[in-house]
């Protein structure tokens, strides 16, 4: 792992409480929704391939939203999302497994699991389509991957830089985010997107994450070649803004049809 000197405070903590938690002694196994293929739906039906969180909160966001994640859920699939990503963390995000569970069973498109999984018994936590690994925090990427993959998952593999891409493709992921979002300062800058993207294969599922809130990001970070972007907080807005999710997730994925 690269030195945590450089993270910000409240990351810190996050990956102390993961620490702490371990799984079950029982494996998952898991018949997976494909992702790539959802992806590849959305796009066919003219829709800029969303997968949008359920989020309550975030050491970054200004409010919690309490509301049903299966709900939740439900609506941003009505809205046209290709996927849905539920933190699972507890004690900076307020996710739970549960809701995970609750959301894969209420909608039949890809659920990632969103968390802080660094070791290969947390893996057994929750059923999910998809387990995000994040290449910063994790010692070995390549043995994770592999231990997630004879689960029956598919990984999203998190990267920010060119160093921890080359990391995340020599460990074999297929699937990669590039998160806009610097873990050190928790600062969002598109630019990261835009930098790091034209060093991915082709053959790569490629993901936008973090800072997407507008529909002109979404087209900016389709131009720059992501398949698909993740969003969180433009669609749960914690905030005093628009609380539907429905609205606020079409109004993502029909960016470039409504140009
Ligand atoms: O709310 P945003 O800016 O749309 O971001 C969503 C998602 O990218 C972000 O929640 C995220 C990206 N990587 C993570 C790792 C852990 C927890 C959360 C995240």
């Known amino acids: 792992m690269n030195s945590e000197t450089e993270l910000a405070p409240a990351v810190k903590s996050i990956l102390e409480a993961a620490r702490e938690r371990s799984g079950p002694d029982g494996r998952v196994s898991i018949e ?3 992702l790539p293929a959802a992806i590849e739906r959305a796009a066919a039906a003219g829709r800029d391939p969303v997968i949008a969180e359920v989020k309550p909160t975030s050491p970054t966001a200004e ?3 309490d509301d ?6 439900r609506a941003m699939v009505e809205g046209g999302a290709a996927g849905i990503s539920v933190l699972t963390e507890p004690t ?5 497994p549960d809701a995970l569970t609750r959301v894969r069973e209420a909608v039949d498109v890809p659920v990632v699991r969103k968390d802080f999984v660094l070791e290969q ?12 690994l994040i290449a910063r ?7 994770l991957l592999e231990a997630a993959r004879e689960r029956g998952f598919q990984a999203l593999v998190e990267v920010h830089d060119r160093d921890e891409l080359e990391t995340a493709l020599e460990a074999g992921a297929t699937i990669i985010g590039i998160n806009n979002r610097d873990l050190a300062r928790l600062e ?4 990261t997107f835009e930098s790091v993207a034209p060093h991915v294969p082709e053959a790569v599922t490629l993901i936008a994450e973090s800072g997407v809130s507008a529909p002109a990001d979404v087209r900016r970070m389709r131009e720059a070649g992501a398949d698909a972007l993740l969003i969180g907080s433009a669609i749960m807005d914690h905030g005093a803004g628009e609380t539907d999710v429905t609205a606020n997730t079409q109004r993502l994925t029909q960016a470039t049809a409504e140009r």
């Open 32 to 34: 997976a929704r494909s």
């Open 137 to 143: 925090f994790v010692d070995d990427l390549a043995g």
């Open 68 to 73: 049903d994640p299966a709900e939740l859920a």
């Open 188 to 191: 969002v800058d598109l630019e």
């Open 92 to 96: 900076h995000f307020d996710g739970s």
């Open 121 to 132: 018994s947390q893996l057994d936590v929750v059923e999910a389509d998809l387990v995000l």
């Open 63 to 65: 409010g919690t939203r």
